[in-house]
């Protein structure tokens, strides 16, 4: 499976952006997906992520009603709609992909990655 991230840009504080990860590879509708980020001076943290099926979704508390996570197996893609953004929102966003129906919460669960794409929220 090969991980394309896109989406992330310059935003003002308060706007929005929408970032997708689209996948190349067979049965990537088997696969859980996270959204990590990476904050200068930061480790990667998970900071969404939804099943196979796209039922059970997770969220840190930092995004918790602002961030919404979704999937088209259809189309092999993964979205993260991020709302209301906030200068701390600002970083590296990866996807990951799980080959496990469920989600994990640590990077070292996830077996594919994309290749980033840097989300920058002014003040």
């Known amino acids: 499976v090969q991980l394309q991230a896109s989406g992330g840009g310059l935003v003002q504080a308060g706007g929005s952006l929408r970032l997708s990860c689209a996948a190349s590879g067979r049965h990537f509708n088997t696969y859980a997906v996270g959204w990590f980020r990476r904050a200068p001076g930061k480790e990667r943290e998970l900071k969404a992520a939804i099943s196979w099926s796209g039922i059970s979704t997770y969220y840190a508390d930092a995004v918790k009603g602002r961030f919404t996570i979704s999937r088209d197996n259809a189309k092999n893609t993964v979205y993260l709609q991020m709302n209301s953004l906030k200068p701390e929102d600002t970083a590296v966003y990866y996807c990951?992909?799980?080959?496990?129906?469920?989600?994990?919460?640590?990077?070292?669960?996830?077996?594919?990655w994309g290749q980033g794409t840097q989300v920058t929220v002014s003040s």
């Open positions: 990951a992909a799980r080959g496990h129906g469920a989600y994990g919460s640590t990077p070292d669960e996830y077996d594919y």
